[in-house]
């Protein structure tokens, strides 16, 4: 399966900053077996929205990282509900929750989560830390989420009844 890893960061793109967490997010996806493109755009709307939507085109998740702020030129959650035909509210959700419970930094974050096509998209912060700890937050429901959109019969532990 293919994920691809989408940067979004102005000094990343002028090739003035390493891209840590990008490299940090495909580590961890070829670990889990993915094959990962990666992109790199500048925290421009249009931008980062046709970049999404291309790589979404060639892949069953995009993970994007950067942008997700309240910085001023923070438009990624923006750029990417541009895109997206449906939001997962719960995905986001459970990122800041357990961002929050790490650090009061984590209540300044804006990234979505939704579904383009058959592809998962998930906007994640742009520190390493963020998307290690973000990506540990998905991984348990991705080989279902993914499985989900390609209509895939699932299986799935019930919870125990209370």
Known sequence: MTAAVLTVSDRVSRGEAADGSGDTLAELLEADGYDVVRRVVADEAAAI?????????????????GGTGIAPRDVTPEATRSVLERE??????????????????????????GVL?????????G????????????????????????????????????
């Open 49 to 65: 929205a046709a970049a999404i939507a291309e790589l979404a085109r060639g892949a069953t998740l995009v993970l994007t990282t």
């Open 88 to 113: 997962a509210p719960g995905i986001a959700q459970a990122l800041r929750a357990d961002s929050i419970a790490k650090t009061p930094h984590g209540l300044l974050s804006r990234g979505t989560a």
């Open 117 to 125: 096509g058959a592809t998962l998209v998930v906007n994640l912060p």
């Open 127 to 162: 520190s390493t830390g963020g998307c290690r700890d973000g990506y540990a937050v998905l991984r348990p429901a991705l080989g279902h989420a993914l499985s989900l959109l390609r209509d895939e019969p699932t299986e799935h532990e019930q919870t125990a009844p209370r």
